[in-house]
């Protein structure tokens, strides 16, 4: 709805697409209270939510959270919010052990994967199996696929478009003590001008 907005917010549209959207889970989940349900539910739990899809993205996010945001801007932020200054463990903790830590989970819950089964007597088909990774990578691939999308579509040289990419939005806005230090700087300029 706010990426399209002109088209959207028309009367009457966001009804029908919501309409669309409801329809399209409802049928779309009608198979799970078929008899073969348990199946596909089962399916569904162990590709698309199990650890390798969550670990993966909390790599990701851990990581641009403590490189790409900044551990200090987020330092900065908290102490606006809460008048105090977290504890420097937070700081360790954002840049190098919640990434270390979680991509050792995936590396373990990758190499320990077993295929399912259900009711440890029924294995499932190979098929099945390929289906399930593949749900499993629709939403692992979103990550990496919006960054080379933004990457071959941004404008400059490769390296530029890598740094644009990897540094943060330059509309954020700005913390106290950002502000301090700008109101600081230029009252300087105008004492400055002013002599």
């Given at each position: ?23 399209i889970c409802f049928f779309g989940q009608l198979v799970m209270v078929t008899e073969v349900g348990i199946y596909v539910f089962q399916l569904f739990d162990y590709y698309a939510c199990n ?60 190499v320990q994967y077993q295929p399912l089964t259900f009711n440890r007597w029924y294995v499932y088909p190979g098929w099945a199996y390929a289906l399930g990774w593949l749900l499993a990578l ?58």
């Amino acid at each position: 709805m706010d990426l399209f907005p002109t088209v959207l917010r028309k009367t009457g549209r966001r009804e029908i697409f919501l309409l669309i959207f409801c329809l399209i889970c409802f049928f779309g989940q009608l198979v799970m209270v078929t008899e073969v349900g348990i199946y596909v539910f089962q399916l569904f739990d162990y590709y698309a939510c199990n650890g390798a899809c969550v670990l993966f993205l909390s790599v990701f996010e851990s990581l641009a959270m403590g490189w790409t945001f900044g551990a200090e801007r987020m330092f900065d932020i908290i102490e606006d919010m809460t008048k105090t200054r977290p504890n420097y463990i937070f700081l360790l903790c954002w840049k190098y052990l919640t990434p270390l830590v979680s991509l050792a989970s995936l590396v373990c819950s990758l190499v320990q994967y077993q295929p399912l089964t259900f009711n440890r007597w029924y294995v499932y088909p190979g098929w099945a199996y390929a289906l399930g990774w593949l749900l499993a990578l629709s939403s692992i691939l979103l990550v990496p696929g919006w960054a080379l999308g933004r990457l071959f579509t941004g404008k400059g040289n490769l390296r530029q478009r890598w740094r644009q990419l990897c540094s943060p939005d330059r509309n954020l806005p700005l913390t106290c003590k950002q502000r301090t230090e700008m109101q600081q700087m230029m009252r300087t300029t105008e004492m400055e001008d002013f002599i």
